[in-house]
């Protein structure tokens, strides 16, 4: 993320990106608590979930 969106390599501070995770699924997600559109990959990071809402 570091890199993509803000063009810096990365600094060690995980806590920022959490934040904005955050801060994106209060807006994009009906229930934020339970995401579905942006998802925890543990170990890895996040993924986006393009395919949600289309079953």
Same mark, same amino acid.
């Given at each position: ?5 803000? !063009? &810096? ?10 934040? @904005?995770?955050? @801060?994106? %699924? &209060? !807006?994009? &997600?009906?229930?934020?608590? @339970? ?9 890895? +990071?996040? !993924?986006?979930? +393009? %395919?949600? +809402?289309? &079953?």
């Amino acid at each position: 993320m570091y890199d993509v969106v803000w !063009k &810096e390599p990365y600094s060690g501070d995980y806590n920022i990106v959490m934040s @904005h995770i955050r @801060h994106i %699924r &209060e !807006k994009i &997600e009906d229930d934020p608590a @339970h995401p579905v559109y942006i998802q925890t990959v543990w170990g890895v +990071g996040y !993924k986006f979930n +393009g %395919r949600a +809402g289309s &079953e």
